[in-house]
């Protein structure tokens, strides 16, 4: 990578400043400024969780007088500290700032300020797009947080909500300068590999339940790390590309866009992020040469070859080998008859359990029962979409669904949730065929007097001869 500064001068340059686009950066009431600026620190001492940098411009104002170089004061918080929103309201009112930057994208900016509408929720997007793991790492991340913050008697994000009354109060500018939730949380999953994501998964339910607890927590210490990197920093050792994901990329993401506030100089910035991201960012600043290749840190991850992949292959492998044999071995139609009615029945009878355990609807439940058969055959495709699918149809979650679902207290509150019930049937189903397939492939080795160990290992002896092993 090109270092974006010149040695000679330390001018960040205009490949630097214009990192993020201005359709990704959301600036409200700004008069944007696309001068470059020289880079320094600033002597000032740092306040609490405070640390104040200057971008300069060696350009000059309008009568000749050199303008004056723009200031970033970094202000790091707490997610569910009151203390944090203490802070964050004396720092605008003492400073009374150009601009008020947060770590906050579109989307979470309008949930926080409740422009939101409670729209039908894309769940066919959800299901085929395979994002339902995705959301549901959200959900359970966001709840968490509000757990700890109820514990601690503040609301999510309140020192952002703060932030912004007090911008908007003082008539500064707001800029929105975190990346889409969307775009982490689909690096994040594709990062992590199949017992990362299960420990993760294991970690964040049993957070959910209340297992170890957020006793005699400190806020003083809290204020040190943001909610993401205390849920996030366990994970370190075991995951550390997924920790790259949700910490360190974002403090590039977010430094990035703080020079391009800053381009021009003669501005006053206050940014208020996550502690845990206040070191990172300081970084990026001090050696912006260090930041990553713009929009690296943007881009959708692509579909891989995954462990589930591999594992619905072989789901898929057991059976289509199972017929092929039966066909080759030239059985009558009888047999054949017998051995679909017994795949049929039993994929489709536990897809149909699963759905039934999951509370779904009865049309949810038939429906399972009939295309678990077909689509324990096809890796395309899965029972749990049409389950799910049927079930969204009769419940018709809405975006005000996925809000109470972060409010639910108990299980009992979740069962309640149209949401996330077409989640558990469609997660529930696909267990179900998922088991039926394994079982199916067993009782049809029984019925045609086949050992299993002696068909897995003419199976294997067969993949290894196409593939030439």
């Not at 200031?71 to 008020?100: F, L, Q």
């Not at 957020?214 to 994970?235: A, G, P, R, S, Y």
């Amino acid at each position: 990578m090109k270092n974006p500064v010149n040695e000679k001068d330390s001018t960040i340059s205009d490949p630097l400043i214009s990192i993020t686009s201005s359709s990704d950066l959301s600036v409200y009431d700004s008069n944007s400024s696309g001068n470059s600026g020289t880079f320094i620190t600033d002597t000032c001492p740092p306040e609490n969780q405070q640390s104040c940098y200057n971008l300069s411009s060696p350009s000059s104002g309008e009568h000749g007088s050199e303008i004056e170089p723009s200031r970033i004061i970094i202000i790091g918080t707490a997610h569910v500290s009151e203390k944090s929103v203490a802070e964050v309201n004396a720092a605008i009112e003492r400073e009374k700032p150009d601009i008020v930057a947060v770590e906050l994208c579109k989307p979470r900016y309008d949930s926080l300020k409740g422009k939101t509408t409670d729209t039908e929720v894309p769940i066919k997007e959800i299901l085929k797009g395979g994002k339902i793991y995705q959301y549901m790492i959200h959900m359970l991340l966001a709840h968490v947080q509000k757990k700890f913050a109820d514990e601690m008697g503040v609301q999510p994000g309140a020192e952002m909500i703060k932030a912004i009354d007090a911008a908007e109060a003082h008539g500064a500018r707001i800029a929105l300068i975190d990346r889409d939730v969307q775009v982490t949380l689909q690096r994040f999953w594709s990062k992590m590999g199949f017992i990362e994501k299960l420990k993760m998964l294991a970690g964040l339910v049993a957070a959910v339940l209340g297992i170890g607890g957020t006793k005699d927590i400190d806020m003083d210490t809290i204020t040190n790390q943001d909610i993401v990197t205390m849920l996030v920093e366990e994970f370190r050792g075991t995951s550390p590309n997924a920790v790259k994901v949700l910490i360190d990329e974002r403090d590039a993401y977010m430094a990035s866009n703080l020079i391009r506030l800053a381009a021009g100089g003669g501005k006053k910035i206050i940014a208020v992020v996550g502690a845990g991201h206040r070191a990172g960012i300081q970084n990026y600043l001090l050696h912006p040469e260090t930041l990553p290749r713009p929009g690296s840190v943007e881009v959708l991850p692509k579909k891989r070859f995954s462990f589930f992949k591999i594992f619905g292959l072989i789901m898929l492998a057991i059976p289509l080998a199972a017929f092929a044999l039966l066909l080759i071995s030239g059985v009558s139609l009888k047999t054949l008859g017998i051995v679909f009615i017994w795949w049929f029945l039993i994929t489709g009878g536990l897809s149909a359990l699963g759905t039934a355990l999951a509370r779904g609807h009865p049309y949810s439940v038939l429906t399972s029962f009939l295309v678990a058969w077909m689509t324990t055959l096809n890796p395309a495709v899965a029972a749990g979409w049409y389950a799910g699918l049927r079930e969204a149809k009769y419940r018709n979650p809405t975006t005000k669904d996925l809000k109470n679902l972060v409010e639910a207290e108990s299980m009992k509150d979740m069962m309640k949730n149209n949401f996330f019930r077409v989640l558990l049937v469609t997660s529930l189903a696909n267990l179900g065929a998922m088991a039926g397939s394994i079982v199916g492939a067993y009782v049809i080795l029984q019925i045609l007097g086949i050992e299993a160990k002696d068909f897995l290992e003419s199976a294997l002896h067969a993949g290894l001869t196409v593939i030439g092993l």
